[in-house]
Structures are given as C-alpha cells and as structure tokens.
DNA sequence: TACAAGCGTTAGAGCTTCTAACTAAAGCTT
DNA sequence: AAGCTTTAGTTAGAAGCTCTAACGCTTGTA
C-alpha cells in the first residue's frame, strides 16, 4: 500500500532472507533474530516489530517454502502433456527444488518445529501441490469403487478438496507418487546416501520410471 | 568395569533418559544440558564430565537409537519364513517402532543435526538394518546383471557390505523397499497425513501389500 | 600413608529470547 | 502549519542457555 507498509515488508524479506542463509548453515537452531538484527544494522530488539517472535519468523519461513515449492510443482504440470511426461516432469521438478535447498525442503518434511502449527494460508499450498500430483494420474475406466475403508477415506478427502470426478484409486495414486517421491528425496537430503556410494539421482529415475510403468499398466 | 565405571555408565543413561524426554516434548533444540543437571540433581556443569558438549550427548542419543532400531528390525526377519512374510513383519515392526517414539525416527531421518557426523559405531547398525531389509528380498534366476550405472553402484556397495551373492538387481530391492516404506512413515511422523483424513496405517499397508505383490512378480 | 583420578562445586564470559520504558521520526487531522 | 497518533528505533535488564576455569572433596591405588 503506502510507503510505509512497503518498506515494513522490505524489512521483513531481508530478515526472511538472511534467516534462510543462517538455517542453510547451521540448521533451524542456528537462526538468531539477535544475530539477524546485528547483520541487518539494527539492535535484537527492534525485529520484534516485525516478528513477534522466533517462531513467527520460522513460520514465516515455512509458509514461502511451502508456496514456493506448490509453485515450482504447478508449474512442472501445466503444459498439458501425456501421463508419463507429466509424472518426469513433476518428478523432476520437486527433486530439483529439494536438493538445491535441502533446509528448505527439511523445513516443511524434516523434523517439525516444536511450535509450529500449520496457518490457514498453507493450506491452500498443500491443495495446490497436491493437484499437481493429481495431474500425472491416469484414467480409471473401471471407476474402481472398492469398498475399504482406505477408499471410503480417500473419497472424502477428495469432495474436500474438491477434485472433481477423481476416483479413490485414482486419489490413492496421488498419495502413492507423494510418498515414493518424498521417500528417495527425503532421504537423499539427509545424506542416507553418503555412505553407500550409490547416486540418489538414479534411485529416483528408476522409482520415476516404476511410477510411470505402474501408471501406464493402470 | 569396575563400581566407578558402572556408575558412570548409569549417570549417563539416566541423563539420556532425561534428554529423550525433552526430545519427545520440545523436538531436539529442547534439549538442554543444563536442565538435565537440574533435574538430576546436581549443578550444570556437573554433566559436562559425562558428555564433551551438547553434541556429544545428541550423538549417544542417534547412536542409541539407530542400535535400537537396527535390532527391531533384525528381530523381525529372524524367523525363517516365505519373503512375504518377512516384508509385512519387517513392514509393521519398522512402522511400530518409528510411531511409538516419533521424535527418535525423526532423530534419525528428519532434519540432521548440524553438528554430527555418523561415528564408526554407527555403521554397524545400519549394515545390520539394511540386511534385515534385504532378507525380504525374493530370488533372481535370471541374475540380472544389466550395464548400467546404477547397478555398477550397487554392485560396489553390496561388495563393500558383504552380502554375499546378492546381485545388483537384488539391492535395488532392498534399496527400494527402504525407501518406500520410509516414504509413508515419515510422511506420517511430520504429521501430513492429518490434515487429509486418510489413515496412514492403510497407506502403509497398501504400500506394503504393493511391494509384497511386485516381489512376488519378480 | 601419599598421590592421583574422578566428581562435584561456584564464578563468570558470552550468547540467546523477549519485555519494558523511553525517544525520535513520520503521517494524518484539524 | 500545529498537534496528535502511530511506528520504529533505542537502552536496560531478566532469565535462560553452553561451556571454561579454578577450586575442593572423595574415592581408588601404589
């Protein structure tokens, strides 16, 4: 609005932005507000203008990366393009932005800050992510309707977040390429890797291209 | 050894006792040497004879732990029994294990904690994990020996570990295996699956039944 | 009995978060 | 333009943290 609150959120941004690099080097323990202020030219207490505490800041933190990555996801997917492109390029995608920020990604899927509780705002990046996944899902000419308990679940889910005439098997395959993909990328950013000598790069392709052969095979 | 040894060794554990439990309410940064002291009854620095520094205490509690589930796991597959049953009872008590004590998991795959660098001790326990995991593996007649890189990786890691006559596609199981289970898992550890609705255990087991069916294929 | 090792203490430096009270500047209203 | 209110910064300080230094006391051993 004003030049007020333009210069308030230009504050906050270079707070945000040194907190990044603190939370790159030392993990989210490293972040100081004390020490944010110091480098900013400012004394400790001023920050708390803009920050009513250390843990409004780390959900600040949380909130961009979670709307960064929503971001980065939707825009793999919205070529419209076949199935198993969509998948690589999702895929592709999320593993990019993970690894060339592994804090930010261990932000949102490591372990959770201890104060943390999810604001409304994320919610709606968590919807979005979500329907890129969808994205990559194939037909169900079956319009499996299984009766579990999983699909009864997973049909609700699905009128909550509106997605239109997904079917639960279809839903399911969502969360499936949500858990296989995190899986490797998760723990290729805490370094599980390391020791074994294998590349995490070709543990992901191949679980990439079981994904999309299981797709195709529907 | 001696009565001097023997009570040190109880301080210690009795101080990691304490920790464990900050852990469990405050996450890791929670943690406070000093706090302990108190609790114990004795001064802050007192504990500073049992643990070098804060690290130093955060690293027993990793090692403590990976042991601990590296013999969770291993007990699992101890009993002869058809590969499905070894996935579903390694499944279940890797799951088990990880939803009982979420912030212990999380010490282990969530966010790393800066200061650590895995000690020797510790690759024992994850060479024991990683040949319960493989002890689910089905047979490979066609001792599939594809030119690839990723299965010359493997090849090298599965020398180094001395598995025996596993071959690469073999490991790529195991590999694989881990990775998918400690997709769903840790998905629902950080809590994700909440805001859904969806019950993680029928995630799991679906997941668990999809690698059962896909061993079973071969 | 003498000596060394181990375990606890207090004191204190230097960091942290965060509150309280005060000052200076900027913007809005009359 | 004068005056009032909001905002942004300051210093002081409480309470906590990690960790070092220096000092006693109590064991175990030679």
Redesign the interface.
């Known amino acids: 609005m004003d030049r007020r609150q333009r210069y308030r959120e230009q504050t906050r941004d270079e707070a945000k932005r040194i907190a990044l690099e603190q939370l790159a080097e030392?993990?989210?323990?490293?972040i100081s507000v004390n020490a944010i202020a110091k480098r900013m030219g400012v004394t400790g207490p001023a920050l708390y203008r803009y920050f009513a505490n250390r843990d409004a800041l780390l959900t600040a933190l949380i909130e961009d990366a979670y709307n960064d990555l929503a971001d980065t996801m939707q825009a793999a997917v919205t070529h419209r393009a076949a199935n198993a492109t969509q998948m690589r390029a999702l895929a592709t995608a999320m593993r990019e932005w993970a690894i060339t920020q592994p804090h930010r990604y261990?932000?949102l899927?490591?372990?959770?800050?201890?104060g943390y509780e999810?604001p409304i705002e994320t919610?709606a990046a968590?919807h979005r992510s979500m329907t890129a996944v969808l994205a990559t899902v194939g037909e169900d000419p079956e319009h499996a309707n299984r009766r579990?308990?999983?699909y009864r679940?997973?049909g609700?889910?699905g009128e909550?977040m509106q997605t239109g005439d997904l079917t639960p098997k279809q839903l399911?395959w969502g969360?499936?390429v949500?858990?296989?993909?995190?899986?490797?990328i998760?723990?290729e950013v805490?370094?599980?890797f390391t020791?074994?000598?294998?590349?995490p790069e070709?543990?992901f392709k191949?679980?990439v291209e079981?994904l999309v052969a299981w797709g195709e095979r529907g």
Chains 1, 2 share one sequence.
């Not at 030392?26 to 490293?30: C, D, E, I, R």
């Not at 020791?195 to 590349?199: Q, R």
């Open positions: 030392a993990g989210p323990g490293g261990l932000l899927f490591g372990t959770p800050v201890p999810a919610l968590a579990s308990t999983l679940q997973l609700a889910w909550k399911h969360i499936t949500w858990t296989r993909l995190h899986g490797v998760s723990l805490t370094g599980q020791l074994t000598g294998v590349d070709l543990v191949a679980e079981s």
